[in-house]
T-cell receptor, first 116, second 114 residues
Framework: AQKITQTQPGMFVQEKEAVTLDCTYD???????LFWYKQPSSGEMIFLIY??????QNATEGRYSLNFQKARKSANLVISASQLGDSAMYFC?????????????FGTGTRLQVFP | DGGITQSPKYLFRKEGQNVTLSCEQN?????MYWYRQDPGQGLRLIYY???????QKGDIAEGYSVSREKKESFPLTVTSAQKNPTAFYLC?????????????FGPGTRLTVL
């Protein structure tokens, strides 16, 4: 069965430092997509970054990059130069080609707290 | 200003009542979704719709119903059959159905059963 695992319930990082949030996934399908979302205390889920299973290069979006290691089935999110506004819940999610292409499978999230 | 709106932001329901959560998008997206989030959990899919007048059950559809009469609207009804409806409900949309497209979310509705 498809599954997303986020093993870090909470992380702390000092402002301006980099932080890595872990995500591992389980699937037997060759075609899938991996997403990271940010959920601030207001509740809205904000899309951050996407990585396709066939993409050769790691995805980057501004201060966000995705460290994609296909053989290890990991898709860690790296946030560089952390800011106080980065404090939020972060969710890793996966979609798959096939019958349920519209289904996103979510992990349980990591709460990131950035301190001055 | 394009986006996804959900209303109300907070909703209180007495046991035995049906309530309807609104979701509207002006992004011209084909697909729309409803997710439920419980404390300390990720999101779980309730229903999704790839096209007008068609929708499919997700993982936790029991006790919920939806309609898709217009492309921009996908209301969710939480019926009295839903045993534990207190949760945060998020609506999402994506440009194309069945294409592993990015899903974009609304601000959510927090439902509390009294």
């Amino acid at each position: 069965a498809q599954k997303i695992t986020q093993t870090q319930p909470g992380m702390f990082v000092q402002e301006k430092e980099a932080v890595t949030l872990d995500c591992t996934y389980d699937t037997s399908d060759p075609s899938y997509g991996l997403f990271w979302y940010k959920q601030p205390s207001s509740g809205e889920m904000i899309f951050l970054i996407y990585q396709g299973s066939y993409d050769q290069q790691n995805a980057t979006e501004g201060r966000y990059s995705l460290n994609f290691q296909k053989a290890r089935k990991s898709a860690n999110l790296v946030i560089s130069a952390s800011q106080l506004g980065d404090s939020a819940m972060y969710f890793c999610a996966m979609s798959q080609e096939g019958v349920n292409t519209d289904k996103l499978i979510f992990g349980t999230g990591t709460r990131l707290q950035v301190f001055p | 200003d394009g986006g996804i709106t959900q209303s109300p932001k907070y909703l209180f329901r007495k046991e035995g009542q049906n309530v309807t959560l609104s979701c509207e998008q002006n992004l011209n997206h084909d697909a729309m979704y409803w997710y439920r989030q419980d404390p300390g959990q990720g999101l779980r899919l309730i229903y999704y719709s790839q096209i007008v007048n068609d929708f499919q059950k997700g993982d936790i559809a029991e006790g919920y119903s939806v309609s898709r009469e217009k492309k921009e609207s996908f209301p969710l009804t939480v019926t009295s059959a839903q045993k534990n409806p207190t949760a945060f409900y998020l609506c999402a949309s994506s440009p194309l159905a069945g294409a592993m497209d990015t899903q974009y979310f609304g601000p959510g509705t927090r439902l509390t059963v009294l």
